[in-house]
């Protein structure tokens, strides 16, 4: 016999049933109004097939002639890196961090929403979020970030069509291109280059943790931004690699102790080269306007990295030994600090103040006579004694002047020397400039267009039309050497007046640099110790008029030199890139090159859109000078380094180094113009606005060290090269009182002439018409 429920029992049934009946209808109505939404929202999602044939924005590279990247311009920092080239322990690193199921799921990964669910639900507040790589990939690729629930739909409903359309790896490829990761870097390829400085496939562990810790948030972790947050982040994410056992406990220890090294975030290219990756920038956009940026265009350079280097370190260390002869100008202003200041605070204080290379922005914490404390931008505090103190000697103490005196708050600027320590700098307010060229084919070879890019981008060695001063003087010789002149050629140096008409402007009673007077003088001479007053009688005997239409034989635009007597100390303008191509004719013997810095751009796929076709000295390049010229020209220029102007070159170690010294008026600006037979390198220094560079700071003071620090790296392990005398140069025994041939002379000396040009000869002479030396050996020993 059945037996009936209870009244109880079938009240509490029927108080949950109708409930439950409603619960399952809502969910059921639910369920098809978003199927139904789905099934009209699906049709109108964006197509997949820009996702599927994925082609970013990458921007125009620039890269030396050794294939390094010098340079990088795009709205946004890319560095393509293919699936097959991706580091394991980066995919791992991103999947652990951002979804670990991501090779189980179909685009939305149900388990994860409801961990997370269940994990904000504990919290009382959204802690975890539940998108998935393929989640992000859609968001990144056709969604905006706003956060509303027709959005979220839409990122769901596009993950799924995603799945279905590309493979696991296509869709890790996109996302590891695609993903923000701040500081402009799109994509971890181009992160790793930002933050580290290196290549992906170079990155440790530790790296790889805290670049993939960075999609969360790359604003908030961030290491430029804030390293103690990042550091935090890439904690979580080792962790989580651990936990999954994508690495084992030694490789957790060793990846949590490495220190963070960032990269300089001025470049993060593999040379300071700012002022020359401008230059192609610029020729680039000419030809391709807006697409510049964004078609992944490659083009390979004339610039040597090893040159650039050289040439960056020779400005940068010359400008700032200037700098520092001229005395310290003081705190640059001052903080208001409380007694017990953060590092965090300092950091704050300095957010304005731009790092320039080496040299950093600092706020002093405490200082005595004998030391200085310092907090320097990039959150190390740092101490200065005993000579790194010394330059900043006159502004510490109580005699100092109170608007520059260096106490607690003042800013200063600090530099770290290897061997020697930190110490107090200032950033120099002269600026500078160096070019050098190839001279065979005026490919250039390095280019550094002023102290520091960021703080002033133009570029000096290009657009920076100055006085050459004595520099220009060889051009003046090489064309008097054509109106019958010669080394030995005897000119007075002795006073002379000039008059307006002459001049242009107003009568004119040159001097000397020292202001003395040797009377007369073999013209090699007084090119070796740059007479002014001898330059000014050659040209007055050649006539200005015929020398400025020489000049424009080594490229000068002649209307940049007037046809007056002051041409012959310079007085017309040039660039320092100018200068260096007229000196390629004396290098090259006599041909004219044009200077040209591009040899080949590509597009994305490497394929071939234009490449140079250089002139090249003996093949294709007009000669412009007879080859006698350019051998006389260059030897007389040996002189300038061997006892004259430049001879503290001579410590270089080298023979086949020739050049000149340039000072103009109130030494204003200084110059030097250096070559080797295949090798041309220009230095200049002066003020933007110009002024005095100081009674001593001379050409051979203050252009020249920059060039022979770059020449002792670029030549080194070169063979010396001295040229060969051509055909039509004859070799003879003089005597350097008269200039003329005697042979019962006591002090002869080698000169060389044109065979038609030798001087009289009052005598036999066993060196009338020898032939000149034919090989380096020769020429060597009688040099010596």
Known sequence: MARSRSPQIEMISRRWFYPLIVLSALGLAAFLLLGYAAVIAYPRLPSIEALAAYQPKIPLQIYSREGELIGEFGEERRAYVKIEDTPEKLKQAIIAAEDERF????GVDYIGVIRAALANFAAGSARQGASTITMQVARNFFLTSEKTLTRKFNEALLAFKIERNLSKDQILEVYINQIYLGQRAYGFGAASLVYFGKPLADASIAEIAMLAGLPKAPSRYNPVANMSRAKQRQHYVLRRMLELGQIDAEQFKVAEEEPTIIAAQSTGFATRAEHFAEMVRQAIFDAY????????????????????????????????EYDERQGYRGAEGYFDLPKDVSDEQLEDALQDESESDDIFPAIVLDISNKSLSAYRKGGERVTIVGDGLAFAEPMIGKASPPKTKVKRGALIRVRNDRKAGWSVTQLPTVEGAFVSLDADNGAIRSLVGGFDFDRNKFNHATQARRQPGSSFKPFIYSAALEKGFTPATIINDAPIVIDASETGAIPWEPKNFDGSFAGPVRMRTALTKSKNLVSIRILQAITPRYAQEYVSR?????????????????AGSVTPLELAMGYAVFANGGYHVTPYFIERIEDRQGNILGSAAPLIAGENAERVIDPRNAFIM???MQDVIRGGTGARAMSLGRVDLAGKTGTTNDQVDAWFAGFQRHLVGVAWVGHDIPSSLGEFETGSKTALPMWMTYMATALKDQPEELPIAPEGVVAAAINPETGLRDPSASNQMIEYFYHENVPPEPGSSFMFGARPPRSNEEISDQLY
């Open 103 to 106: 090779y189980e799921h179909g």
């Open 554 to 570: 080594f490229g000068f635009d002649k209307r940049r030199h007037p046809a007056y007597l002051t041409m012959a100390l310079g």
């Open 634 to 636: 260059f030897n007389m």
């Open 289 to 320: 306007k807006e697409d510049s940026y964004t078609r992944g265009f490659r083009v390979f350079t004339t610039l040597s990295k090893s040159h650039q280097d050289a040439a960056y370190a020779a400005l940068r260390r010359g400008l700032l």
